[in-house]
């Protein structure tokens, strides 16, 4: 089983509906991230957790909002989602001082 | 500012040719340096980061604090190499790594 599990791997929505990202890690880790990439861009940072009661936005956070419901869990939501939200979204979990493990990524389409 | 720089967009070379990615960053303290790799569609993994000092996959970067830079090099490229290259960097006790653009790697037979 994977450390870190994203859900849906692939997703197409319209203009302006909610969309949820789903995130789930086993690695007992506090930290968690959500990051964007796109092409020529690499990855953006778009919202950060710490721990349960931690949350902060990135370099890109406006039109994102997230939900830590536990340890183990953090959500990813666009609100009203646009085309220029298309990208891959990528979660990722860390231990103090360590690198990332990340997730296998959704990719998110909006028509 | 803190930032991380990869010049190459792309590079291509010939199988059993030496490989060089570039990575220069952008850190008044002592930095923490990571080098990921994103094989066709998969995930990002750690590849190698500069505190441990191992070679993993036949790769291997050293630390120039001089030159700020973090390179990644292997002597001789496989076809199996062929993948998208992230140098990162973890800033003090952020715990946020800051990436750069990423290089693709193409190893061509």
């Known amino acids: 089983d994977a450390d870190v599990t994203q859900t849906p791997r692939n997703r197409i929505t319209k203009t302006g509906k909610r969309i949820m990202l789903e995130c789930s890690q086993t690695?007992?880790?506090?930290?968690m991230y959500w990051y964007r990439q796109d092409p020529g861009l690499g990855l953006q940072l778009i919202y950060y957790?710490?721990?349960?009661?931690?949350?902060n936005k990135g370099e890109i956070s406006d039109g994102y909002s997230v939900s830590r419901q536990a340890q183990a869990k953090f959500s990813l939501s666009l609100e009203s989602a646009i085309p220029n939200q298309t990208a891959l979204y990528f979660c990722?979990?860390?231990?103090?001082?360590?690198?990332?493990?990340f997730g296998s990524g959704t990719r998110l389409t909006v028509v | 500012a803190q930032r991380v720089t990869q010049p190459e967009k792309l590079l291509s070379v010939f199988k059993g040719a030496p490989v060089e990615l570039k990575c220069n960053y952008s850190?008044?303290?002592?930095?923490?340096l990571f080098w990921y790799v994103q094989y066709s569609r998969q995930r990002l993994q750690l590849l190698l980061r500069h505190i441990s000092r191992e070679s993993i996959k036949g790769f291997t970067a050293d630390l120039n604090k001089g030159e700020t830079s973090f390179h990644l090099k292997k002597p001789f490229a496989q076809e199996e190499d062929s993948a998208m290259y992230y140098c990162?960097?973890?800033?003090?006790?952020?715990?946020?790594?800051?990436f750069g653009q990423g290089t693709t790697l193409q190893v061509k037979p």
């Open positions: 690695k007992g880790h506090d930290r």
């Open positions: 850190y008044s303290g002592s930095p923490e």
């Open positions: 990162a960097l973890l800033p003090g006790n952020t715990g946020k790594l800051i």
């Open positions: 990722a979990t860390s231990d103090t001082g360590e690198g990332y493990t």
């Open positions: 957790s710490f721990d349960v009661k931690d949350i």
